[in-house]
């Protein structure tokens, strides 16, 4: 007998749902690149224990709850979903977590290998993001109502495009403590972040009668946010947050309260979360020949933000998520020392265009053998070098990239006096 061979497909796809458990094709879906994925059905058979023998001789189908998991880079578009399913509220442009203990549900579409596991009802229990080393990864637990083996979907259906986030692309990583006016950025002081969500979802309470499956939306409990942050310890101001105090714990009060906020950028796409009230539970560190790390496990806890707080005034909540993507992007200064063949800063009159697609971004004139550019956006711009007063023969710059610093580049440009 020959073994057919058949396609393989791994996949994961989320559908928002209006209705508990009742899938609607028409809303909005995301697709999701996986790195491990979990779908498998729960025990479905419980053994009665009787006294008439040491075997057990009988049982009955089980309460049919799916909780199953998956693994995933996390990129601009998941990132803003994931934290709108696990949060549960969403105002504009800004996320942050709903008082109702009734999550957003969604369809699960999963390809096992050989054949699609679609599952209804599904409520995000908890998400973890950590950032560390290459890639910000997410790691999702779910719970579902029930599932149901559908065909596999064709590839062509799906785009997974997206440029997954790094470790740069946390643009800036900003504390504030209790008496300081102003953040203060700690990007290159912290080594690896780690966030937990968790909703406690509560699927004995959706049972009801007459049907082993959940028979309402499951009801999320309380909410735990959990923060880790790895950082070095140059000033002992840790140490002392935790305390409360440069010299030891205080008698009645724990630590000082602080808001931490963090940037993600890539390119035009920019993502902000920001945490109202903060306080260091335990600062972890081992002494060791290498320099000291704090290891913070913080406690994030619900404010109501004061008005004068951008984007998050007169909102009340314990984090906030905030699509970013109409802030300004960061400016810099491009300056191009201009020298002629010999390396003689050029004392004819030159002129110099950035310019993108064709369109002129900007132009600068000069006879000083310096041109600066102020307040350029990143990107790659194409230079044209032009002179008023003699023909330029060529120049050894086409080209230049702005990447998140300002630069300072060499420029050598022939000119002649024929045209």
Same mark, same amino acid.
């Given at each position: 007998?020959? %073994?057919?061979?058949?396609?393989?497909?791994?996949? #994961?796809?989320?559908?928002?749902? *209006?209705?508990?458990?009742?899938?609607?094709?028409?809303?909005? =879906? $995301?697709?999701?690149? $996986?790195?491990?994925?979990? /779908?498998?059905?729960?025990?479905?058979?419980?053994?009665?224990?009787?006294? %008439?023998?040491? *075997?057990?001789?009988?049982?009955?189908? =089980?309460?049919? %709850?799916?909780?199953? =998991?998956?693994?995933?880079?996390?990129?601009?578009?998941? #990132?803003?979903?994931? /934290?709108?399913?696990?949060?549960?509220?969403?105002? &504009?442009? $800004? $996320?942050? &977590?709903?008082?109702?203990? #009734? #999550?957003?549900?969604?369809? %699960?579409? &999963?390809?096992?290998?050989?054949y699609e596991k679609e599952i209804l009802g599904m409520v995000l229990d908890t998400l973890s993001l950590e950032v560390e080393s290459e890639f910000i990864t997410a790691s999702a637990e779910i719970k579902s109502k029930i599932d149901s083996k559908q065909p596999l979907k064709d590839l062509a259906e799906f785009d997974f495009d997206q440029i997954p986030l790094s470790f740069y692309h946390v643009d800036s990583v900003k504390m504030r403590r209790e008496d300081e006016q102003d953040f203060v950025e700690m990007r290159c002081k912290t080594n690896k972040i780690n966030l937990e969500i968790k909703n406690n979802v509560n699927t004995e309470d959706a049972r009801g009668m007459g049907n082993r499956f959940m028979c309402k939306t499951p009801r999320a409990a309380r909410r735990e946010l959990g923060l880790t942050l790895t950082v070095d310890d140059n000033d002992q101001k840790y140490l002392e947050m935790y305390w409360g105090s440069d010299e030891g714990p205080r008698k009645y009060l724990a630590g000082e309260e602080f808001e931490l906020m963090f940037y993600i950028r890539n390119g035009n796409r920019k993502f902000e979360l920001y945490f109202p009230k903060c306080v260091i539970r335990q600062p972890s560190a081992t002494a060791n020949n290498d320099p000291l790390k704090y290891e913070l496990s913080i406690d994030i806890m619900s404010k109501t933000v004061p008005a004068a707080v951008p984007y998050y005034g007169g909102l009340a909540g314990a984090m906030f998520a905030r699509i970013a993507d109409s802030d300004p992007n960061p400016k810099y200064d491009v300056e191009f020392n201009l020298v002629d063949e010999a390396g003689t800063s050029l004392s004819d009159s030159v002129t110099v265009k950035l310019k993108q697609n064709n369109s002129v971004v900007s132009t600068k004139t000069s006879s000083t053998g310096s041109v600066t550019f102020n307040n350029i956006e990143d990107g790659k711009y194409d230079i044209e070098v032009t002179s008023s007063s003699k023909t330029v023969e060529s120049y050894s710059l086409s080209k230049v990239l702005v990447d998140g610093a300002s630069k300072t580049r060499l420029m050598t440009v022939i000119l002649s006096d024929g045209e």
């Open positions: 007998m020959s %073994v057919t061979r058949m396609e393989e497909l791994k996949y #994961l796809r989320l559908i928002p749902e *209006d209705e508990y458990a009742v899938k609607n094709e028409e809303n909005e =879906s $995301i697709d999701i690149d $996986i790195s491990e994925m979990d /779908l498998s059905p729960p025990e479905q058979f419980t053994k009665y224990e009787s006294v %008439v023998s040491r *075997d057990y001789q009988q049982g009955t189908a =089980s309460y049919y %709850v799916l909780e199953n =998991s998956f693994n995933c880079n996390v990129n601009m578009d998941n #990132l803003a979903f994931l /934290l709108y399913a696990v949060l549960g509220n969403k105002d &504009g442009n $800004i $996320i942050y &977590g709903t008082n109702s203990s #009734l #999550l957003p549900s969604y369809t %699960v579409q &999963g390809g096992y290998g050989t």
